[in-house]
């Protein structure tokens, strides 16, 4: 890593508290799925997409192409999201929007499996893509509202929500301006 970039202390602080609050909108997401509860699910959605704008801001990485690239998807798929609510009104729109947020979200989590060898990351990572696509699959098949589906994905999102939990202890444990390990 170069030592004349300048990331103080600070800015770890910022980028993990995206961690933490992506968190809580992991969590709520996950629940308000289960309870059918729309509105818990937007702000869920809405609190995920500010953590995962905080935490991509402030990523510190080797190459700047890497954060680019996580950076803008994230950013794109907040302005989907902003389409669907103050123009579209199209529920495909909202689908782009979260597929975007989580291909970023994928690259951060990646990044800390690389450098820090958190299990968790990895899991995390690789189930984002398998997420978007089976979520695809089951709106084209317009399949989401069966009770086998809605229980299959409840299971899913907790799970998922569970290892985000590990991972966020993990990084709040992990010292301040860790360097990468790889």
């Excluded at 729109?93 to 690259?107: D, T």
């Excluded at 990895?122 to 009770?147: D, K, Q, T």
């Excluded at 907790?158 to 590990?166: E, G, R, Y």
Aim: with cysteine.
């Amino acid at each position: 890593m170069d030592t004349d970039v300048y990331y103080p202390k600070s800015y770890d602080i910022i980028y993990r508290s995206g961690y933490v609050i992506g968190f809580i909108g992991i969590a709520l997401f996950a629940f308000s799925y289960i309870y059918s509860d729309i509105r818990g699910f937007y702000y869920g959605i809405s609190i995920f997409y500010a953590g995962s704008l905080i935490s991509s801001s402030f990523l510190l990485v080797w190459k700047k192409e890497i954060k680019i690239f996580i950076l803008s998807c994230v950013i794109l798929g907040i302005l989907f999201a902003g389409g669907y609510v103050f123009v579209f009104k199209n529920p495909e729109i909202l689908i782009i929007s979260i597929g975007f947020v989580l291909a970023g979200v994928a690259g951060l989590y990646g990044k800390e499996a690389h450098c820090f060898h958190f299990i968790e990351g990895w899991i995390l990572m690789w189930s984002f893509p398998v997420l978007i696509f089976s979520n695809l699959l089951i709106y084209g098949l317009n399949a989401e509202n069966y009770s086998i589906i809605r229980i299959v994905f409840s299971v899913i999102y907790v799970a998922t929500a569970l290892t985000a939990f590990s991972f966020l202890i993990k990084k709040l444990r992990q010292p301040l301006m860790q360097f990468c390990q790889n």
